[in-house]
């Protein structure tokens, strides 16, 4: 009798599935890039056409990101309790039919609750679509895949913009709606690509649901495989929520996840909202300003390009600290340099787009591997709501704050934020790289 220890799934090579789940788990983070972005394309023309008030202008893009913190947390919730797949589908549907909805708006109100609904549909995306990747995707490459998605989403926002202004050049007046139902076009064909996925088998097993997580296996890696190939095959089928991770000793990691997630967006959020406002306040003005914002927003992706290819060699913990370390230094000598030469300027803004790009992509990896299955997807939503909710207040408060205490001390305050989430890493960081799910999620 052949008693060799069997091929673990985290163990295989990465399959044909693998590389369809990756695109239509990609697909929902260009979706979500591009839903998320339009509304900075579509609201001069809009607000013009509608009459919208300044209070509705700020109502109108603060409901996105306040949906997205109510989205987190439902999504988070219903996908450990109904499974991924349900969500999966539901958020590129939900998407679809509030933008083809957004063509007939006729005022800040219904606008408003669009934009709300479809934040909504984004946390969802978050929560489901992240832990499926996870859950199906070999250890080895499994960081690598799960960055990648963050890279997707400045595509969707870049996407947005060249389609958004594209479509805006139209000579009709309402060109705008064009502009705000687009993202229909994108959600639609990622519901249809995502028809067909499976449940995930480990979600199944978490919840006793043995035969139904074989029979999954056995299409996705073949005949040969069965639940002895996966590590998970442990579970007793008894739920737990996230007061029971609590109280098991996972609250240091909940704690993690949440303060570093909100330390890396809080000030790209900011910063990248109002990049003219902080140019003009730093004296770069013409050709520097203009060509400068474009620069520091390519070298923002070009560093979450580099993140994810470096994730598998240096390791999570070496990338996470490095990364708000030398972005957290940039700012700081912004924030002490403010009338330094306009090249400087560029370049620490430079440093610190290229820098930042690692603990960015590391948003949905780390949050995804520290915890067991029946909380995962809980634990991703409670991070991205509470980024979420972070990062508007952060985004609200720095016109406040170049107004009240000049750019000096704007750029400082960004710089402690950053250097709060470099000691919070070098305090709690944990290394799960080369770990399967099982393990990296084990205290």
């Given amino acids: 009798m052949d008693r060799a220890k069997p091929v673990l799934i985290d163990d295989v090579e990465i399959n044909r599935f693998h590389q369809f789940l990756t695109a ?18 579509a609201t001069l023309s809009m607000s013009a056409k509608l009459g919208l008030s300044g209070l509705w202008q700020g109502m109108v893009a603060a409901m996105a990101l306040l949906g997205v913190f109510c989205g987190g947390f439902l999504g988070g919730w219903l996908t ?27 005022g800040g109100m219904s606008l408003s609750l669009l934009r709300l609904i479809s934040g909504l549909a984004v946390g969802i995306e978050y929560t489901a679509a992240g832990s499926l990747l996870t859950e199906f ?20 926002a870049a996407l947005a913009y060249i389609v958004g202004n594209a479509l805006l050049n ?87 996840v949440v303060m570093f997630w909100a330390c890396a967006v809080i000030p790209v959020f900011a910063v990248y909202a109002f990049v003219p406002k902080l140019f003009q306040a730093l004296h770069l003005t013409g050709n520097l300003a203009a060509w400068g914002s474009m620069g520091i927003t390519l070298i923002l992706v070009l560093g979450c390009i580099a993140a994810t290819w470096l994730i598998n060699y240096i390791g999570r913990r070496t990338l996470i600290i490095h990364s708000f370390l030398w972005s957290g230094l940039a700012l700081l000598a912004l924030g002490l340099l403010p009338d330094a030469a306009g090249w400087i300027v560029l370049s ?42 972070s990062s508007a207040v952060g985004t609200w408060l720095v016109p406040v704050s170049l107004q009240s205490f000049g750019i000096g001390t704007t750029m400082l305050a ?15 960081a944990p290394e799960t790289k080369s770990m399967s799910l099982q393990e990296a999620a084990q205290l």
């Avoid at 499976?198 to 996705?220: C, D, F, T």
């Avoid at 809980?378 to 509470?386: P, R």
Wanted: a positive charge.
């Fill in 24 to 41: 239509r788990t990609g697909g929902g983070w260009i979706m979500v890039g591009y839903i998320l972005s339009i509304i900075g394309v």
């Fill in 80 to 106: 450990d309790k109904l499974g991924r797949q349900k969500l999966f589908y539901a958020s590129p549907a939900v998407i679809f039919l509030c933008s083809i909805a957004m063509y007939w708006v006729n």
């Fill in 137 to 156: 995707i070999p250890q080895k490459s499994r960081g690598s895949r799960l960055s990648l998605l963050t890279v997707l989403w400045f595509l969707g």
């Fill in 170 to 256: 139209d000579a009709n007046g309402d060109a705008w709606r064009n502009v705000m139902a687009s993202p229909a076009v994108i959600a639609g064909l990622l519901f249809f690509f995502r028809l067909g996925t499976p449940e995930s088998p480990r979600w199944l097993l978490s919840k006793g649901r043995r035969q139904e997580a074989e029979k999954i296996i056995k299409q996705v890696y073949g005949a040969n495989f069965s639940l002895k190939n996966i590590a998970e095959d442990k579970s007793s089928g008894k739920a737990m929520t996230l007061s029971d991770a609590l109280r098991a000793g996972y609250g240091k990691r909940i704690f993690f």
């Fill in 348 to 389: 620490l803004f430079g440093v610190y787009a290229l820098f930042i790009g690692g603990a960015q992509v590391l948003e949905f990896v780390y949050p995804n591997e520290l915890f067991p299955t029946e909380i995962r997807a809980s634990a991703v939503g409670m991070g991205a709501s509470l980024a979420a909710l």
């Fill in 414 to 428: 960004a710089a402690v934020i950053t250097l709060l989430g470099l000691l919070i890493s070098l305090l709690l």
